[in-house]
């Protein structure tokens, strides 16, 4: 180790003296960004109201574990939290949009296929030529982080004879060129591949795989809790914001982003970051609390490195397959009901993985904590709730499934048959049920049904989550556990969104009854 120490600035100067400005043998040069995107201008309109309309905030980001990703089966990440807490305040959910290291956001943002671009943006003349940027959403500073026992001094000459890697994307690479040819200190700088994240490129640090690497410091401060073999050396800039990204034309979706962003997080006159309670407890959870961070970056409550949903994954998919269903989308929903816990209980006496009411549970009803039969008698109440939406398409099938096992058959009722005698078709979900259930909690709608008033909102939301959740755990989680390759699961080619019309496909029809 000593000798690679020793080495690494002789090596680097005789490589620069051979007239070698790059790291020449990376395929990934380290060249300054530039050039129009593909989509210059926004091609929809869809500002706040058309968003609300809909229903749904669309994220883009990257899946790593600041910005979002699946944790104990649930969606996580600061940027997701935060977003997902002024959507809330709005009754949207958010459609998040993955996008790859190196993909062009502008494009992305301005087709249509996003609202917000949540990755962390420091502002820039390149990208406010195409977009807008919000108030700032965190502050951070670029710095170098190195080996914990690298020798060398924590100062920009101390970069001698390094190679420095950037992230794929990285808004830094221009700046570090910049510092290279003003201070003619002779250091290499490499992208990482765009299947790198921050995380195992830091870790490849660790292990002495990279020499260093330039990140946030508090991405870095708050990675080194998991990987204490690292430090961190010379800053490259001053601390900037971090802002996200919207379209030109929506002032309406911007100016609501700003006051929400206003009255979380400012930078103060005296230069201290000033943060509302519940920011706050956001940051803290992604950036400053040991055991948080460690459980983020644990691979075992994450899908996306062990393959696993729950501990119960193998039971759901047992009896979700002899059933007919796509064991993922149970998934999505006994997350949604009780968080993979067995041993839940409402205040309506709803108990278990699926929060049955032992009056349905029929001959589990004393054994509803158990998993194997709770699920039995969860999936027993839904095939028989699936079979009666048989017409349906195939999404408008699960949807109104999902509905009728939140809100009950009675309401579901009620509000198609308001539906029916308002015009409207009590066979669709979007303009149809979606738009008709909320209507329960007016008093001159409820008093004219059978079942009277109902929380109908919350029912439209608990669909809409449990179908987004759906469509992370297929992206990240196989059908069958020893396939290689999950032919049914989607793709995301360039962040596209996927079309649930494809469910046909995805999800069998429950067997007929014997």
Known sequence: MAVRRILLPLIGLALLAAGCGEKIESNRRAERPGGEPEIPRPVVERDLKEITRSGHLRMITYYNSRNYFIHRGGQAGFDYELLDRFARTRNLTIDVVIAQPGDDLVSMLNSGRGDVVCVGHTPSEDIETWVNLTRPVNFAQKVVVLNADDPRPDTLAGLAGLSVTVPLGCPTLPTLLDLREETQIPFFIDQGLPSMEI??????????????????????????????????????????????????????????????????????????????????????RYFSNPKTIKGFLNAA??????????????????????????????????????????????????????????????????????????LRAGLRLMTNIHRGYAYLDSLDRWRFSLAEYHAGHGHVSDARRMLMDGGGDPNKWDGGLAKALPKLMEQRYYSRTRHGYYGGAKTVLYVKEILNRYRMYRRLVPLDPAAVADSLAFELPGGVEEDLSALPDLIQAPPPPE
């Open 199 to 284: 995380e195992e490129l830091l870790a490849k640090v660790s292990r002495w795989e990279l020499d260093a690497v330039v990140v946030n410091d508090t991405a870095a401060r708050s990675l080194m809790t998991w990987l204490p073999n690292l430090r961190l050396g010379p800053t490259i800039g001053t601390r900037e914001p971090a802002v996200w990204l919207v379209r030109d034309n929506t002032p309406e979706l911007q100016a609501a982003l700003d006051k929400y962003l206003e009255a979380s997080v400012r930078l103060a006159p005296n230069g201290r970051i000033r943060r509302n309670q519940t920011y706050g407890i956001i940051h803290d």
């Open 301 to 374: 409550h994450r899908p996306d490195k062990s393959g696993r949903i729950s501990r119960y994954d193998e039971e759901i998919r047992r009896q979700s397959e002899k059933a007919g269903f796509d064991w993922r989308l149970i998934a999505a929903l006994i997350y949604q009901e009780s968080r993979f816990n067995p041993h839940a209980r409402s205040k309506a006496d709803a108990r278990g993985l699926m929060q049955l009411l032992p009056n349905f549970a029929g001959a589990q009803a004393d054994s509803l904590y158990y998993p194997e039969a709770n």
